[in-house]
């Protein structure tokens, strides 16, 4: 039994191929302050050309990169009940979560589909950082269920790209919760003997660096990305001193025996598809 | 025990009530006696009831100060109330000892178990050596070795969870604070003997749920379980630290609301006037609850133990869409 040769052939009929609007903006880069024109930076796969810093991708984007010839179904994930607090602080969750939807066009902060890579079939979840910072409510938690049993019922690996504030506080304990789910949705996959690759981008942090995030098989960072549990005003606050330089970066995780890899962009669908091949290439026992 | 109360804010009247009613057993004479014994006890009928009032309806951040309050039974109160011959145990066997997870096997009403959970400390020296409760990445790699025994040798786990948070530091960072928290999560998940967790004090966020992915969570009346503290969540929404009773209501941490919404099994009732007043009643009826859960789950086969808090966490926080 293998992961690779076993799973189920989703239908790619609904393959979408969405056009993003044209970028005919100049950009600037935040890391050197160079103008990059849209066009270029959206062809470098929002890497800027001059320095290399990586920008957001957004999740389309993410999908379309990552996909072969960025095909791929969006999986369904079940409807959650909304505001479950009936939250308020100076401005209320409903109204945070109609404009985050109005301005992203996504339900919540992830989203899940499976197609092929490297001819390999594959479930793909990306987090929508644009999506009140990526944070995770029941919907987030949900998502990354649903994508683990998919995988699961689909024979397939699991990718996660994580970009994320921590945990939805306007959702209170049920958001602390989807921590303790979505360690077990990683459970499910481990069970199985299916890969769970973390991709970790900038950020991830809190409750979602604490959870699944931390728990790839394989842990792959983008350059430079902020990769924490705790934040760095919170830390500076609490010890009254400067930080190291570098602090919570993707570098000083390697560093400090956290990631695996720390992997370009361009050259991120490369690597992960050599790591699928390389994981579902069990020995067989004998020969 | 009252002159030894810490008393909180809102308890002010309870406080003077007290207070007289001790300086009044403190000048009494034998010849003023037999007044002021009848005075002493209409005042303790008093007390009883303004504590009753009082108790019967705190709010969410009152929740927060009695669950936070230095009298509180810790930890290591109900390890020495509860269990008989506790051998701690100490390290993670890989970098260190944090004394702010303590655990260890021992003797629960004859059934061996290990017990474990966030200790905060009593003083100010016991504070620091326990480092406030706030657990860095040893102490929940601890937790976790210590539940991989327990599983190993088939004996049930009780966590007790009573921290403001996991420690926020740079060699906390450092060392991988949130690989620790989530193995430990998952390492809830894999174990096949009974595992019960309850929030005693307070439930701070991650560094509470490392050690309460269980089969059973069960929480204490007046004990608060959150996503962030309510001084947190004031300070980023309404950006303003003195919101923290708005927080603390809007959050929805207390132990009544989290069994309304299903996350937790049973509220463990607290005598009158709060855990800090009744410590070793509070301990005693702590104890019966979990031996009652213990019992039912011992029931259950490995499988079904691993399943049971499977099953539990899926159907967790799918609230009804109407």
């Avoid at chain 1, 050197?32 to 920008?55: F, I, R, S, T, W």
């Avoid at chain 1, 024979?155 to 921590?179: D, K, N, W």
């Avoid at chain 2, 894999?190 to 749920?209: D, M, N, Q, T």
């Amino acid at each position: 039994m293998n992961w690779l040769l076993d799973y189920v052939r989703p239908k790619l009929s609904v393959a979408k191929t969405e056009k993003d609007v044209p970028d005919n903006l100049w950009d600037k880069c935040p890391q050197c302050d160079a103008m990059v024109y849209g066009q270029e930076l959206a062809k470098n796969l929002y890497v800027c050309p001059h320095c290399g810093y990586h920008l957001y991708l957004r999740p389309r984007k993410r999908l379309n990169m990552l996909f072969d010839n960025g095909e791929y179904t969006y999986l369904e994930t079940p409807q959650v009940k909304e505001d479950p607090l009936n939250f308020r602080d100076t401005k209320d969750y409903r109204t945070k979560l109609r404009s985050a939807r109005e301005k992203t066009k996504f339900d919540d902060a992830f989203v899940a589909a499976y197609g092929k890579m490297g001819g390999h079939g594959v479930v793909i979840g990306v987090m929508n950082f644009n999506f009140i910072g990526g944070s995770m409510g029941v919907a987030v938690g949900e998502g990354i269920v649903r994508a683990a049993q998919f995988a699961v019922e689909h024979h397939m690996p699991l990718i996660l790209v994580t970009a994320s504030g921590g945990a939805r506080m306007q959702e209170g304990i049920l958001s602390l919760m989807q921590m303790a789910r979505t360690t077990l949705a990683i459970k499910l996959l481990k069970d199985q003997h299916l890969p769970y690759i973390a991709v970790l981008t900038n950020p991830t942090t809190g409750g979602v660096s604490a959870s699944f995030a931390m728990l790839g098989d394989i842990t792959i960072a983008e350059p430079d990305a902020l990769i924490a549990f705790a934040g760095a005003r919170v830390i500076k606050e609490t010890i009254k001193a400067d930080l190291p330089v570098g602090f919570q970066k993707a570098e000083y995780l390697k560093k400090h025996g956290m990631v695996d890899m720390i992997v370009n962009r361009k050259e991120l669908r490369e690597k992960l598809i050599c790591l699928l091949n390389l994981l579902g290439n069990a020995f067989v026992r004998g020969e | 025990m009252a002159d030894k109360t810490i008393y909180l804010d809102f308890e002010e009247p309870i406080y003077k009530l007290d207070s007289k009613i001790q300086e009044l057993k403190s000048c009494c004479d034998d010849k003023l006696a037999k007044d002021f014994n009848k005075e002493i006890a209409n005042l303790e009928k008093k007390t009883k009831r303004l504590l009753e009032e009082t108790y019967a309806k705190l709010t969410p951040w009152q929740k927060v100060c009695v669950a936070r309050h230095a009298n509180r039974p810790h930890t290591i109160d109900y390890i020495n109330a509860l269990v008989d011959n506790f051998m701690p145990m100490a390290g993670d066997k890989l970098f260190g000892d944090d004394e702010a997870i303590i655990g260890g096997l021992g003797f629960f009403k004859g059934q061996s178990v290990m017990i474990l959970g966030h200790e905060k400390g009593h003083d100010l020296e016991s504070r620091i050596r326990h480092g406030f409760g706030m657990a860095k990445p040893e102490g929940y790699r601890k937790a976790k070795r210590l539940m991989e025994l327990a599983n190993h040798f088939g004996l049930p786990i009780i966590s007790l969870v009573d921290t403001a948070g996991a420690f926020p530091g740079i060699e906390g960072e450092e060392r991988g604070q949130a690989e620790a928290i989530a193995s430990c999560i998952m390492e809830g998940f894999k174990l096949e003997v009974p595992y019960i967790a309850v929030v005693i004090g307070e439930g701070g966020s991650g560094g509470a749920i490392a050690i309460a992915s269980a089969n059973r969570i069960l929480m204490l009346e007046h004990s608060i379980y959150s996503v962030i503290s309510p001084e947190g969540c004031a300070s980023i929404l309404w950006r303003d630290g003195a919101a923290v009773k708005k927080a603390a209501t809007a959050l929805h941490l207390t132990a009544q609301d989290l069994y309304k919404f299903g996350v937790i099994d049973e509220i463990i009732a607290e005598p009158l006037g709060g855990a800090h007043r009744f410590r070793e009643e509070t301990i005693r009826r702590t104890g019966d609850v979990i031996w009652r859960h213990l019992a039912e789950l011992k029931k259950m086969s490995s499988e079904e133990l691993a399943k049971n808090r499977e099953n539990k966490f899926l159907a967790m926080t799918r609230l009804e869409l109407k």
